[in-house]
DNA sequence: CGGTCGATTGAATCGCATCAAGATGCGTGG
DNA sequence: CCACGCATCTTGATGCGATTCAATCGACCG
């Protein structure tokens, strides 16, 4: 892989806006003062693949700005995407050499990485990292499990109505606005990423969208931006009424 | 939920069968010891829940024989499997008080269980448990993307196969016979508890599995009992040649 | 202006669910 | 010991939902 993606500007971790949800989230100066020591950044466009599955791994990270997405391949070339990496997301796993998933750059993407060896040493170290760690892995581990769901029982239509009300939720926390009155996000995945997070076909992911278009679910204005006039229905047709699907 | 399942017979850490596996297995005699005062053992009859979704959980623990499985449910009733907790499976979640996941015993079932304030204080005093508790969870999130490629993208086929290799490869590592020959060993679970696990209805669960046995793949003697002539073979047929689908 | 990429829509097909009958096996009680 | 009931499993017929194959459309770019 060449290295030019590698980010010359140095950036202080104070300012970095991950800083609090990351693997950091709990570092006390000294700390942060270590990592920064290991750390470097590496950036990303639209479409570039980080790793390829199977590749060895000399460094672990964190998703600073952009999504990322992690895909399993059958040989046959039947895909899943197993996990959607947004800002603060962790990439890779102390303690083993190498990837099991693809990891792609979904949008244009800016990652943190440390070095290996020494974010490991730092972990033996100091409980702060390695704690955080845990605390982020058992909630993409139940971010997984409600996938399961998902992706074994439900209807294409409540595929696509979960996939939204994640998109949408998620959305919502980061700017901080609530979950009330009319939601007005941009989708992140092409239909064809869309399938293949939800184990669809992208005509099935078209078709669906259409139709909740069609039914007032949603309202779309070009492919990509969505308003969803009223979150309640939307979670029904998820058929996950009330509070239900929490996923990242 | 009664408590006539705590069982009054104190065991050894020592002649633990899952001494070397589980949460402990890092553990030094005096964080042994530790834990021996702070453990008691829960027994479960085929079929009973353990902890209904929801519900408070004052302790964690772990499997120590038999199996249990985390289980969501739908408002309208579909379900969907999410693991299959096998002896030295952790359950439960340090730092969080309740389980949003159905966990039933689906055989005859012993758990080793800690009280959770005081497992928690030992996670923060000593580095081994919490280590340890990182290794496996980071192993079943593993497990679960992995579920999730057989939940979104395989067919039936392909999903009765998968289970089937999987449950062969660790029945054949716990008794340490390789997986040369022919492997022979019980099913675990019910034709429904299987149609949950695979996203699949309990009616193709039973006309796949027929199925593989018309066409050779395994033979049957009764309904639980299987011979895999070839693995090679039935590691086709879930899609994965080679080394490919390794879960739990 | 063709060319490409993403998206939409239609028609035909197929895999799995659904509904419905039996078969098998097992424990219980007469 | 056999009859009965119940749970589990098997098998068949039918219909629906999602895939597949294919044509078309719009947006963007060189």
């Not at 109505?161 to 959305?171: F, G, K």
């Not at 009223?230 to 058929?239: K, S």
Request: aromatic residues 6%; glycine residues 8%.
């Amino acid at each position: 892989m060449l290295k030019d993606d590698t980010i010359a500007v140095p950036q202080k971790c104070d300012d970095c806006p991950i800083r609090h949800r990351a693997v950091c989230a709990r570092c006390e100066p000294e700390e942060l003062a270590q990592l920064e020591q290991i750390k470097y950044y590496r950036k990303f466009e639209a479409g570039q693949t980080v790793i390829w599955a199977g590749d060895r791994m000399d460094f672990v990270g964190s998703v600073v700005t952009g999504i990322a997405s992690l895909t399993q391949t059958m040989e046959d070339g039947r895909t899943q995407m197993v996990g959607l990496l947004l800002p603060s997301d962790f990439v890779g796993r102390p303690g083993r050499d190498g990837t099991v998933y693809d990891v792609v750059a979904t949008t244009d993407l800016v990652m943190c990485c440390f070095r290996k060896k020494p974010f490991e040493n730092m972990m033996e170290a100091t409980p702060h990292v390695a704690h955080r760690l845990l605390e982020m892995t058992l909630d993409e581990l139940d971010a997984a499990r409600e996938w399961m769901l998902v992706l074994g029982r439900k209807t294409a239509r409540e595929k696509i109505a979960s996939l939204l009300s994640i998109v949408a939720r998620r959305d919502a926390t980061l700017r901080k606005t609530g979950m009330v009155g009319r939601l007005v996000f941009d989708l992140p995945l092409t239909r064809e990423a869309m399938a293949d997070y939800l184990g669809l076909t992208l005509e099935t992911v078209s078709r669906q969208i259409s139709a909740l278009k069609r039914d007032g679910v949603i309202e779309l204005e070009g492919k990509r931006h969505v308003t969803v006039p009223d979150f309640a229905r939307l979670m029904e047709e998820a058929g996950d009424d009330s509070d239900g699907g929490m996923l990242v």
